[in-house]
């Protein structure tokens, strides 16, 4: 089959020039997106503007505008990406404990904690997200809100396979902690802020949550 049936370029031009104009397309998009997501990690969605993601990539505006229709275009699929591999980790963390659901949950505070010491950490990128956008009805917050509701279902499901007495509070109570504990990454020294102390205290509330024995 020709590559004229295929609609992928003119008749006159040689196959190989052909196969380079979507490689080289692609590979600006990519790197274009890849900065930005550097970048936004870094310094924010509103601290980072499409001049300086283009610079930055070695490219230019015209071309930013052939890969990305707008700059919320490409924040919402920096968001998607962040999301898709923040439950990649989240998997593979608790894959290691399928049948103890207690020990899932004190892994993902620990495997939290690894992160945290990283001196590239700046905590939840949609955390950071939902700290900058504004608008309820916009796309954005929309996403960073869905998002934030699925991982708030999840704890609560893991706080009901735990056994709790309400689920539903013990969930939202973990809730606080993986979000705070990012947070406070963000102001304190490696290594010696809050979240250095929430193992210890998932460990209490899921304790306190449990059914008591009869005496």
Not at 15 to 25: L, R, V
Not at 43 to 64: L, Q, R, T, Y
Not at 165 to 194: E, H, I, K, Q, W
Request: net charge neutral; charged share 25%.
């Amino acid at each position: 089959m020709s590559t004229d049936k295929l609609g992928i370029c003119g008749g006159n031009e040689d196959s190989g020039a052909c196969a380079s104009i979507p490689s080289h397309k692609s590979r600006v998009r990519d790197r274009i997106f890849e900065t930005a997501c550097e970048l936004f990690y870094r310094h924010g969605i509103h601290g980072v503007g499409v001049d300086a993601i283009a610079a930055e990539a070695g490219s230019n505006k015209m071309s930013f505008y052939r890969s990305f229709a707008s700059k919320d275009a490409l924040v919402a699929e920096y968001l998607r990406q962040q999301e898709r591999k923040y439950w990649a980790w989240w998997d593979t963390t608790v894959a290691r404990f399928p049948d103890n659901p207690r020990r899932q949950i004190e892994a993902l505070f620990e495997a939290q904690l690894e992160i945290a010491k990283s001196n590239t950490c700046r905590g939840c990128a949609l955390g950071n997200a939902a700290a900058e956008i504004t608008d309820d009805e916009d796309e954005l917050s929309r996403l960073v809100r869905a998002y934030k509701e699925r991982v708030r279902n999840r704890l609560h499901s893991m706080a009901a396979a735990v056994g709790a007495r309400d689920a539903d509070n013990l969930g939202d109570a973990l809730m606080l902690l993986l979000d705070g504990g990012y947070f406070t990454r963000l102001v304190f020294p490696l290594g010696s802020g809050p979240i250095c102390a929430a193992l210890a205290a998932v460990r209490v509330l899921i304790d306190a949550h449990l059914p008591r024995e009869p005496c």
